[in-house]
């Protein structure tokens, strides 16, 4: 069938269901067809698009092969070739996943160029390998800021295994509102040329970055920051200035060190930690006025700096979550704003049973599991939700008196151990005491449902 006798809307129906690849062979068939590559806004550049490679299939397999390098240079080869005959007037997103190197940085950055020519807001360059393979060196890909105009319309940048030749000033960027850095190497002055900079940046994360030397975040437009899978043997410290910044996430691998935080930031209302210790330099006063924390694998500091001081430095505390940490035999909690406490996976200082006691007037939800059981009371006049998992076989008398009676509780989930009650004190505790308005109580290790 000729081109002409195909209407408009079924050839452009053809067309955006396509791979890159096969485009590109069009325009051995109709120049005319060309023309509808415009219809291809968003341009995504992996194995499927590029090799019909299924898109759960590992990178690290394709680059195991004998002809390792022999795909490298086809997906740049493909790729040069469909930007050289692309007409479309418009591109709105490019997505390179691939561990192209700097051998291809030619062909990249015709791709950048042309994209941002052509009004590219998004730009995604994820040239991460994962292989095992230690005789495959792939030299990480220069990416040069140069390349991005005063006029840019980026609005989102994220670089994955790239290094980043920085200029003597930086014209580009001023649209720039997220920023991803991955397996970077991230220093003081390149830091610094972002944040200057980028004067419309919310969204900023450095994830599994090489920290070389002393940092400062200083950006007054920053709300959201993630600085996570990072850390250092040298325990560079960070400096965060940011008058309007709502959330700050932080997690470091559990062989490396923490980094000094000097954290100013007033409106900061959520703040997420993970790792072993927590520095000096993080002071609880520094979070008078968080909102949400959560503390995840800390391992020390809980005892002396923690838990003493959390509710009266961050009065403002509603919402306050631990995760793998290590607590010691016996807790209290005493908080007149808390509004949900999670204790999940918690590991104790001893195994014999002792007490957490929990003081808080407007407490509505609550979830425990540990390895460990502890004797729970409530002083928590309007919770509601609880969940409680107790399976650890332990018969400790009494364990369900606090919960049954609470007044208000509206759903109950627990997980318990068949050695802990027997199936006549479930009933006794819980059918006899729960008031009629509880609409879920869950015993999952007995298989006990009311609802």
């Known amino acids: 069938m000729l081109e002409n006798e195909l209407p408009g809307h079924i050839i452009s129906s053809i067309f955006s269901k396509l791979a890159l690849k096969d485009l590109v062979k069009t325009s051995s068939l109709s120049k005319q067809w060309i023309h509808e590559w415009g219809l291809r806004m968003d341009l995504n ?10 898109t759960n299939q590992d990178v690290s397999q394709i680059l195991s092969l004998s002809q390792r390098f022999h795909f490298q240079s086809e997906f740049a080869t493909r790729l040069d070739q469909f930007m ?12 390179v996943k691939f561990p192209l190197d700097n051998k291809h940085r030619d062909v990249i950055n015709r791709l950048i160029s042309k994209g941002i020519a052509k009004g590219a807001e998004h730009i995604e360059l994820l040239f991460s390998s994962e292989t095992t393979d230690t005789t495959i060196s792939i030299m990480p890909y220069r990416f040069a800021l140069i390349l991005l105009p005063e006029n840019d319309s980026v609005t989102y940048l994220h670089l994955q295994n790239c290094l980043i030749d920085k200029p003597k000033d930086l014209s580009g960027l001023k649209n720039l509102r997220t920023l991803v850095l991955q397996q970077v190497i991230v220093k003081k002055r390149l830091l610094k040329t972002f944040c200057s900079n980028c004067n419309h940046l919310v969204d900023f994360t450095l994830d599994d970055c090489e920290i070389t030397s002393k940092l400062v975040i200083n950006s007054p437009s920053l709300l959201r920051l993630n600085i996570v899978n990072v850390g250092c043997y040298y325990r560079m410290p960070i400096t965060i200035i940011a008058s309007s910044l709502l959330s700050l996430e932080y997690s470091c691998p559990k062989h490396y060190l923490e980094h000094p935080m000097n954290i100013q930031a007033p409106m900061l209302s959520k703040f997420g930690f993970r790792g072993i210790a927590i520095s000096e330099r993080i002071r609880l006063s520094d979070l008078k006025n968080v909102t949400t924390i959560i503390f995840d694998a800390l391992l020390f500091d809980l005892t002396t700096n923690i838990l003493p001081h959390l509710f009266s430095k961050c009065p403002q505390l509603e919402d306050v979550t631990f995760k793998n940490c290590l607590f010691p035999s016996s807790i209290k909690f005493t908080s007149s704003k808390l509004r949900q406490l ?46 409680w998992d107790t399976s650890e076989r332990e018969n400790i008398p009494h364990l369900f008196d606090p919960i049954a009676n609470l007044p208000h509780i509206e759903n109950l989930a627990m997980i318990v151990g068949s050695l802990q009650v027997s199936h006549s004190t479930i009933f006794q505790h819980f059918l006899g005491f729960f008031p009629l308005h509880c609409s879920l109580v869950a015993f999952n290790s007995l298989n006990y449902h009311c609802c």
């Open 84 to 95: 050289l005959h692309y007409k479309g007037a418009m591109i709105r997103s490019i997505q």
């Open 342 to 387: 999670i204790i999940l996976d918690s590991v104790w200082l001893n195994d014999s049973p002792s007490e957490i006691s929990i003081d808080a007037l407007n407490l509505s939800s609550f979830e425990y599991t540990g390895y460990t059981t502890r004797i729970i009371s409530f002083t928590a006049p309007r919770l509601s939700k609880v969940f």
């Open 45 to 54: 550049f992996d194995l499927c698009t590029m090799f019909n490679y299924n």
